[in-house]
């Protein structure tokens, strides 16, 4: 139980005291009544005795008595109805709330810290109202009428006669049969003669000759002159007199009534609730006996009709006491003895004590006595109850009968004079003077008594009552006997039915368990008595609330506290709290036990209590709570059932809604659902993407339907950052950020974001619902605060900060329904139209929550016919916002920064809105998705500016240039349309001669005609625009060559588009369009090209430049709709050195066809480019020839094949780049390989173009291959330094019978391939060892030197004069000579034997 002010041993000594009846004449309630006070009233603050008092018990030992009080009360003649009782314990519960300020106790249990408030004075009111407003009753005295006093005025006519009046009622009212009520002690009740003296009003004189004369009468120990009212009330203002009623009058309401009811002068404070609350009118119709009013004949308690509960206006749940509230706010304006003076306050206190001391003390020690030798004279018994109690308590116990087999006699009465109740008398007598042993043994033999005469009410009585007694008997003699309440509890309940003794048992037991700190048996206890079906109405819920608040407060008091044990009974005590209409106590103990179940996981608790606590406020009108509450309930993740969430929705919504009509004006309320996940939030600046239109379709750029991928957006920022880079002549600035269409969550938000006037902004909101029914959203639509700024010059002078509603400056969507179905996450996309530049900053949503009718999942709004007219969101739906509020990255720099948790700002929410930009539209027409690999295909792009500001400097940027090209700079080099061949081919085409066949025909193209110049970035190409300029609105069409890349598979490739304004911005230089564009590439050719030096003769000009180029096609391509057959339509060869000549190896049919999987082979014969062909024109160009074999030339050195081929050429050069070089142990060395490299090396680039029937155009380059570089020179590396070759006569005819010795001139002839000095040993020692070459060939000499040691420059040819010796006819090879070559400058030398794979063979004839 929680802490009460008062210890138990003084709550019980207080709730037991000496009764004394108090019976005034009518002139002495008016002396009272000056001070707004009855007699008995007047008394209540100096009840209590300030010194010990001392009386003698029956064997004459002195016993002291301390704190003694004694209760004064006006006699009433009629008990208290029960209805009036509960009415007004039901007030007192109501009245009495935790203080405003109350410091709460702060209970540590286990991972629990609990706010709990310490005492429970509405409990204490409860309980002291609850004992004093038991009616008295027949088998206890306790409360029976010990003394009455009789009040008299002084100022009366006839005082005395009064006196015997008053003494004559006293008499007629206790012996007269007619009058069963109040009840007295003992037939001969002391009678106490007050005369009442006004002293600033009466004769003094008069007043004490009466007190003689009643002296005289009475005898000096039964009478008293009490003099009150030494000053006139209108002199209240003088001083400061303190008022000890109020605490009295207002604790609680029992008294109040009594007072204003009792006296003659009763008025009830619901009927009057005006100021003028003592007017005398309609009091003087009152029945008068003999002068006596005939006031008691009703108990102050009788149940006033108009505030009965049941009439009342709120209905049961709001049970309010008018009266007590009334007599409050009456008695707060009231001075309550405002005629009395501190002395005056000394008498009364005085007087009370004389009144003990004299008269009702030893009137009590006489009728002790008396009843004492009474018992001892009837039971015939020779000594006193004294010696007596020691035979009691010893050996001759009488055997207890358990109640089961008592049988229901508690009908039976007992006399007044029976002895049984004298013993019963003589204890309650004990027990109100303090004397607990002399009770204890009364109460024990009186116990015994009635259960053997099976009485039961009466044995009840004398258990409950030695129980208490044996527990306050001084130095504890015995232990409390709890054994004797249960019994007693038990009997009145089930034997007596009598549940008003049941409880006063309950809360007696329950205070000395717990002092003795046996919690668990006070909880026990308390509980047993809550649970009872017995107990119907009102009164038993408010019993049941208040004892299983207390029992809770036991289990939380325990040694080990058991938490869950206290918040289970606190919220069954907020329950009957509520049944009980005390909805103050029931929200307080639902709050108290929510301290326990929150965030515990008991979700299914928490949703209870929080429904209740919602409820509960809602009904005391503290909205702002029950909001909460019912909030509550929907955003922690709802395990409820669907038809229960959507009951608790419907409910929240109709207290939103009384709550927005209280401030119909006062800002939107905050939402809690549906879920918004902020930082999922994504803005896009633009309109949205337009869809192909049948051969159209527009550029993918950016959408929010797009994923976001890191990989992808770093390759578009490098895109950007590299044609910025060409813009600005290849420096990028230190202010360049790249331009971000989309923002989210990854995107860098630490900027403010720019937007554009006149275009739209979209922001997509991550809504989530959370609960089992769908959610309705109308009217849904983004909040915003905007700046309107001049950004060109000063800020405008007043800057106006608007809200929502400003059209002009910024549109906003709406949103008319957007549904969320059940535990779904859905995206809404919100758009604001900007008319005006400035600073714009989105807020949040706003919309109308409600739900769907029948909470039925629906797939979408189409779904619901119903819905569009509204006649849902307008019946249950609240207009309220949510504020979108971005929590920015984690900062992770500095060193504070990691230690501490700090978060950088995100800015997508607060963009800038700018001046006017072009804006760029591209559409693709014809555009393939899938091709060939090297298949050529036309398309076009067509660009359209829809801005109003014309557009400049528009360039594309890709990773794969080699894809597309938009054709050379100069309209020679590009075809305008595909009308212009007759196949309609991608080509520039010529036709042929049929005599040119086997020969090519030549042409030439440097690579800066198609804008790839060696300095620029090849991936980076500008569009060529007519003027350069787009004017707004205009559109243009531009031819793009398309070529399949050669890897097959799919391929995504990135286009972006850059442009400027014609008009310099500060803030946005430039705009952006993307395009992915996504190609399957299938197989179709696989081709090798080989090349072999030509040993023969040299051309025109004897320079050796000779090669055959081989080339080997294989038809690769495995479709699956059937097989493909290539026509080779073309050869073409492209190189600064080298040109085809003629194809060596031309078939009969003009067409090379190729079927699936087949293999042709070509060969052709190569020549170097004549040497001013190469000094004239620049080092850049390329010569281009075309061998055909079909009847009409692709002009290879126009667009798109040059295009393609110079491109092809810059994405290898940059890859080789790309190709870290390995770093070698010896600088020369590794130039000498390099050289030596160099003239192994061939220039020559080959391009096929060929066909697939009927018209496809295709295209295909190979470069022939070369050895890789390594460390050290092959053979064949070294051995193509020099290249030699014979000249000789075929056949030689010599007469040998003339001259025996043939000679034959041979001319050596020594080529320097490469581009060094090379020293060169020939030596003519060499001969053939094999014997096979022996036998094939005749063995002949060489004459004059046999070595020679020459130099040959860079390039340079040398010939050397020999003469072969022949002595006979036959077949001789001459190429025996060993040729060894070594670089001049290098140290180490690299000599190796430059024998001829071919032998030179010669014919020698006889003639």
């Known amino acids: 139980m929680a802490q009460c002010v008062q210890s138990v041993q003084e709550l019980i000594p207080d709730s037991f005291v000496p009764c004394v009846a108090a019976l005034c004449s009518d002139e002495a309630e008016r002396l009272t009544r000056r001070n707004h006070l009855s007699f008995a009233e007047l008394l209540k603050p100096f009840s209590r005795l300030t010194s010990e008092v001392h009386m003698r018990d029956p064997n004459n030992q002195l016993h002291i008595i301390k704190n003694l009080k004694i209760a004064v009360s006006n006699i009433i003649t009629q008990p208290p109805q029960p209805g009036a009782i509960r009415k007004l314990l039901n007030d007192v519960v109501s009245a009495s709330q935790p203080a405003e300020g109350l410091v709460a106790n702060v209970i540590t249990a286990g991972d629990y810290d609990l706010n709990i408030s310490a005492t429970t004075p509405w409990f204490e009111s409860y309980r002291e109202t609850f004992l004093q ?78 007190y003689e004369e009643m002296k005289q009468k009475y005898g000096t120990q039964c009478c008293y002159l009490l003099k009150i009212n030494s000053r006139t009330s209108n002199r209240a203002s003088d001083e400061q007199i303190p008022d000890p009623w109020s605490q009295y009058l207002q604790k609680n309401s029992i008294q109040n009534q009594e007072s204003y009811e009792d006296g003659p002068y009763a008025i009830t404070a619901n009927k009057n609730s005006d100021s003028n609350l003592f007017s005398l009118d309609g009091l003087d119709n009152e029945v008068k006996v003999d002068g006596l009013p005939n006031n008691f004949r009703t108990h102050s308690l009788q149940l006033d009709q108009s505030s009965d509960p049941s009439n009342s206006f709120d209905g049961p749940d709001h049970v309010k006491s008018s009266s007590s509230h009334e007599t409050k706010k009456t008695n707060t304006g009231i001075i309550h003895g405002a005629c009395l003076t501190l002395t005056d306050h000394d008498r009364i206190r005085q007087f009370i004590q004389e009144f003990t001391f004299r008269g009702l003390l030893p009137h009590i020690e006489k009728t002790i006595r008396q009843l004492n030798d009474q018992l001892i004279s009837r039971k015939g018994l020779s000594r006193s109850l004294f010696s007596a109690t020691k035979k009691w308590f010893s050996g001759s116990k009488v055997p207890e009968k358990s109640i089961n087999e008592l049988k229901n006699t508690s009908g039976l009465l007992y006399p007044p004079e029976a002895p ?63 054994h004797y309440m249960d019994t007693a509890i038990q009997t009145y309940r089930d034997i007596c039915k009598n549940m008003v003794l049941a409880e006063r048992c309950v809360l007696l037991s329950a205070e000395i368990l717990k002092s003795q700190s046996k919690y668990s048996e006070a909880a026990a206890l308390l509980i047993r008595l809550t649970s009872e079906n017995t107990w119907k109405g009102m ?295 900007p008319h005006h530049i400035g600073e714009l900053h989105i807020l949040g949503v706003v919309y109308n929550l409600g739900t769907i009718q029948g909470s039925v999942t629906v797939d979408g709004i189409g779904a619901l016919p119903g819905c569009h007219t509204g006649k849902y969101s307008s019946s249950m739906s609240v207009r309220g916002r949510q504020d979108l509020e971005i929590q920015g990255p984690r900062l992770n720099n500095t060193k504070e920064e990691k230690t501490s948790i700090k978060y950088g700002p995100d800015r997508r929410l607060d963009p800038i809105i700018t001046e006017e930009m072009p804006l760029l539209e591209v559409f693709f027409i014809h555009f393939p998705t899938g091709l060939l690999c090297g298949e050529i295909r036309k398309a076009y792009v067509e660009f359209v500016n829809v801005s109003k500001c014309p ?31 007759e196949n309609c081919s991608a080509y520039k085409t010529v036709v042929t001669e049929s005599t040119s066949m086997c020969t090519a025909l030549i042409s030439s193209a440097s690579s800066l005609d198609f804008g790839i110049g060696i300095g620029s970035q090849p991936e980076v190409i500008p569009v060529p625009l007519p003027d350069t300029v787009l004017l707004p609105g205009a559109s243009v069409q531009l031819p793009m060559w398309l070529r399949g890349p050669d890897e097959e598979g799919v391929h995504e490739i990135n286009f972006l588009f850059y442009y400027e304004s014609v008009k310099k911005q500060p803030k946005i230089r430039h705009r952006i369009l993307r395009h992915t564009a996504v190609i399957c590439t299938s197989r179709s050719l696989n081709v090798r090209a080989t090349v072999c030096r030509s040993n023969s003769l040299e051309d025109e000009e004897g320079r050796g430049g000779n090669m055959l180029v081989f080339v080997d096609v294989e038809n690769i391509n495995t479709s699956e709709a059937g097989v493909k057959e290539f026509h080779i339509v073309q050869v073409s060869s492209s190189s600064k050195h080298w040109k085809l000549q003629k194809s060596v190896n031309l078939s009969e049919n003009k067409d090379a066809k190729l079927a699936s999987r087949e293999k042709g082979k070509f060969c052709f014969k190569a020549v170097r480019c004549k040497e001013k062909e190469a000094v004239t024109q620049s080092s850049e160009k390329y010569t281009f020839a075309d061998i055909i074999f079909g009847n009409e030339q692709i002009v290879s050195s126009a667009s798109p094949c040059a295009d393609f081929f110079h491109r092809s050429l810059s994405s290898e050069l940059k890859k080789s780049r790309a190709q870290p070089s390995v770093h070698k142990v010896k600088q020369s060395l590794e130039d000498a390989v390099r050289v030596i490299q160099k003239c192994s090396e061939v220039d020559l680039n080959i391009v096929i173009l060929w066909k697939e029937p009927p018209e496809m155009e295709l295209l295909k380059f190979v470069r022939p291959e070369n050895t890789t570089v390594s460390s050290r020179p092959s053979v064949e590396q070294l051995s193509s330094l020099i290249k030699t070759s014979l000249h000789y006569p075929e056949s030689f005819n010599h007469p040998f019978h003339q001259k025996s010795l043939c000679f034959v001139p041979v001319t050596l002839l020594l080529s320097n391939c490469s581009k060094a000095d090379v020293d060169v040993i020939v030596d003519l020692r060499h001969k053939t060892t094999s014997p096979e070459a022996l036998e094939i060939h005749g063995s002949f000499t060489w004459l004059g030197q046999t070595q020679y040691k020459l130099q040959l420059k860079s390039q340079e040819i040398h010939s050397l004069q020999l003469k072969a010796c022949f002595v006979h006819t036959g077949v001789y090879n001459l190429g025996t000579p060993r040729v060894f070559a070594k670089l001049s400058d290098q140290v180490t030398v690299f000599e190796t034997n430059q024998q001829n794979s071919m032998p030179a063979l010669i014919i020698i004839n006889n003639v």
């Open 133 to 210: 407003s038991m009616p008295a009753s027949d088998h206890e005295f306790l409360n029976h009428y010990l003394a009455c006093m009789l009040v008299a005025s002084s100022s009366e006519a006839e005082p005395v006669e009064q006196f015997s009046k008053l003494s004559q009622e006293q008499h007629r009212i206790q012996h007269n049969s007619d009058y069963s009520y109040p009840k007295w002690f003992i037939p001969n009740t002391l009678k106490y003669y007050v005369l009442l003296h006004d002293v600033s009003a009466g004769d003094e004189q008069r007043a004490d000759s009466v």
């Open 420 to 482: 049984e109740l004298q013993i019963r008398k003589m204890a309650d007598l004990c027990f109100l003077v303090q004397h607990y042993d002399l009770a204890y043994s009364c109460y024990h033999t009186a116990k015994k008594d009635f259960l053997n005469d099976q009485a039961m009410l009466y044995a009840a009585g004398a258990l409950e009552m030695a129980a208490v007694s044996a527990f306050l008997q001084p130095g504890a003699p015995r232990p409390y006997p709890a």
């Open 539 to 833: 009164d038993s819920d408010l019993r049941s609330a208040l004892l299983l608040e207390q029992a809770a407060h036991c289990f939380i008091n325990m040694k080990s506290p058991m938490v869950r044990k206290y918040a289970f009974h606190m919220i069954l005590a907020g329950h009957r709290f509520s049944k009980a209409g005390q909805k103050k106590h029931a929200l307080r103990c639902y709050c108290q036990a929510m301290q326990v179940y929150k965030g515990k996981g008991w979700s299914l608790a928490e949703d209870h209590i929080n429904f209740t606590i919602g409820r509960q406020s809602y009904t005391l009108r503290q909205l702002d709570n029950a909001v909460s509450a019912f909030r509550h309930i929907l955003i922690n993740e709802s395990k409820q059932s669907a038809p229960q969430q959507g009951a608790f929705l419907r409910e929240y919504l109709y207290v939103y809604k009384n709550v927005s009509q209280l401030s119909p004006d006062g800002p939107l309320p905050q939402l809690p659902l549906p879920y918004i996940n902020s930082s999922a939030t994504r803005l896009f600046f633009g309109h949205d993407r337009r869809p192909a239109d049948g051969e159209k379709q527009a550029a993918t750029h950016i959408s929010l339907d797009q994923e976001y991928d890191s990989e992808s957006s770093q390759q578009w920022r490098e895109l950007e950052e590299q044609v910025v880079a060409v813009v600005n002549k290849g420096v990028i600035p230190s202010n360049f950020h790249p331009i971000q269409y989309c923002l989210n969550s990854y995107s860098d938000n630490s900027r403010f974001p720019l937007a554009v006037v006149e275009e739209p902004i979209t922001v997509e909101v991550a809504f989530r619902n959370p609960l089992k029914v769908p959610l309705l959203l109308t009217d849904l639509s983004l909040l915003w605060k905007f700046q309107p700024k001049d950004f060109s010059g000063m800020d405008n002078e007043e800057v106006k900060e608007l809200v929502t509603g400003e059209p002009k400056m910024i549109g906003t969507e709406v949103v008319s329904e957007f549904l969320i179905n059940s535990e779904e996450s859905k995206v809404a996309r919100l758009k604001l139209f």
């Open 951 to 981: 557009l400049t400097g528009l360039k594309v940027v890709s990773k794969r240039p080699e894809f597309f090209t938009f054709g050379g700079n100069t309209a020679v080099l590009t075809p305008l349309s595909p009308s212009a061949s």
